[in-house]
């Protein structure tokens, strides 16, 4: 069988081929980074007749890993996406370049950039056969021992990686325990033997035995080593997470149990307390909905809830302090909590082009002391009492739902946010439209439709919302 070396880059990828009969690494070249790197990474995996890779992992001098690190990272993530049911391995390639340009120099005066590359993947990949030369399998050509046979697909497209030890490390011991034990048994039947001539025998066949002994002793510091790696591999894969502008804390919440996280621990760190002062002005008992802002992360599998909870506050920290958020939404009127809250009731009502008009809408009607009339927040304070929605069984009982979050029965904002917005709709707070509306909607044609009177807003309803407009909430 054979496999392909990768020493990724942001402009290069150096490529190397190795047979595990030979177990000889051989550069065969490099791919420019162009957008077409992987139909050519697929090209080469085809000729090769492989979906096995090993990847260089760079690290820093201390051993820890780097930005790179990360960029290699999601780069052999994407490789398991482009090429369904590639095998995955990484290889530290710490100065791998520096060696491979070592290399270049004794043999010709002049190269290029790309081969270097292309030698520091035959170099990770010769190390990589290294690590495994003394395992008894031919290689890892074996369907036992075969790259990635234990490995598995993370949910959302994570790259491929250890879900369980491998089960190499298990036949390295049980091999191990068989010799051993056949070497014992060759011990004990010379012991039968002994008599005045047999001693030389006897002799030959105890340095046979020490011998198989020894040979044992180095089989089970490989097995050893082949956990230790395996270990390795598990603590540093990582999974992606998402979430989406709009999204509520109870789908946040759902999204982190189907990542694997325990419901106690998911629901401890949604309710612990975090130390970011863009938090400290929300009403005692506030929860994070509204202040996990919506992108996409990758973390370590050994990351906890807290951490990943981490990751999403830091990034609305740094969207409120490099738009001044708590400046701008002082300008309209409104606390950081308030725009926040406002905020999320823009992002659950209208695309991203519409939000600075309806964001206008309601300020202008929070200005005037009239209800803000929003429906989502209605199915918002819905969500928290009666999800299932048997209780409240049609719109005209829905509307009436006792709640500070139903803006149809309270003036004012609700008492807090009802999802979590992204970028737009924080801005669009800050930075409403030169309009004077009083009303919205959206008609069956997904247009938003605005007025200034209630009459104009009734005929909207009359002639473009017949049938959105009366969708259950």
């Excluded at 990768?6 to 690494?25: C, F, H, P, W, Y």
Aim: charged content about 30%; proline content about 3%.
């Amino acid at each position: 069988m054979r496999v392909l070396g990768l020493d990724v880059g942001e402009k290069r990828i150096g490529v190397a081929r190795a047979d595990s009969d030979t177990r000889i690494a051989v550069p065969i070249g490099y791919i420019e980074v162009n957008g077409s790197e992987w139909q050519e990474i697929g090209r080469l995996a085809n000729i090769n007749g492989t979906n096995s890779f090993i990847i260089g992992l760079p690290r820093s001098n201390e051993g820890n890993e780097t930005k790179q690190s990360l960029y290699v990272r999601k780069f052999a993530k994407t490789l398991t996406e482009k090429i369904p049911g590639a095998r995955i391995r990484f290889q530290d390639e710490s100065l791998t370049s520096v060696m491979a340009e070592e290399r270049l120099r004794k043999r010709k005066k002049n190269y290029e950039k790309g081969e270097i590359d292309s030698e520091a993947a035959s170099i990770i990949l010769q190390d990589f056969l290294e690590s495994i030369r003394g395992a008894d399998t031919s290689g890892f050509s074996d369907e036992k021992t075969e790259i990635g046979k234990e490995q598995g697909t993370e949910k959302d497209g994570a790259s491929e990686i250890l879900k369980k030890p491998t089960e190499l490390a298990k036949k390295e011991m049980d091999k191990v325990k068989f010799n051993t034990k056949k070497a014992k048994h060759k011990v004990k039947t010379a012991t039968k033997w002994v008599s005045g001539g047999a001693i030389i025998i006897i002799l030959a066949l105890l340095l046979v035995g020490g011998a198989l002994i020894v040979k044992e002793i180095r089989a089970r510091e490989r097995a050893e080593e082949f956990a230790r790696l395996e270990a390795e591999m598990e603590e540093n894969a990582v999974f992606s997470f998402t979430i989406r502008p709009g999204e509520t804390i109870f789908e946040v919440r759902e999204g982190l149990i189907e990542a694997g996280y325990s419901k106690t621990e998911v629901d401890e760190a949604l309710e612990s307390n975090y130390d970011y002062e863009f938090l400290r002005d929300r009403p005692e008992g506030a929860t994070l909905e509204g202040y996990l802002y919506g992108e996409t992360h990758e973390f370590y599998k050994t990351a906890t809830v807290k951490e990943v909870i981490e990751t999403f506050l830091k990034g609305m920290e740094k969207v409120i302090e490099e738009n001044d958020l708590e400046g701008e939404y002082a300008k309209q009127g409104l606390s950081l909590y308030e725009g926040i809250t406002l905020a999320s009731v823009v992002q659950k009502e209208a695309p991203s082009p519409e939000q600075p008009t309806v964001a206008q809408v309601f300020l202008s009607r929070l200005s005037l002391g009239v209800p803000l009339g929003s429906d989502v927040t209605v199915s918002y304070a819905l969500d928290k009492v009666d999800p299932e929605r048997k209780t409240y069984t049609d719109n005209e009982s829905a509307l009436k739902v006792d709640s500070c979050y139903n803006t149809r029965l309270y003036p004012g904002l609700p008492c807090g946010p009802i999802s979590n917005p992204g970028i737009s709709a924080l801005l669009s707070v800050a930075n409403p439209s030169d309009t004077s509306y009083l009303y919205f909607l959206t008609g069956d044609d997904g247009m938003m439709y605005y007025s200034s009177t209630e009459a104009e807003h009734n005929q909207n309803i009359y002639s473009h919302c017949q049938n959105l407009c009366n969708v259950s909430l």
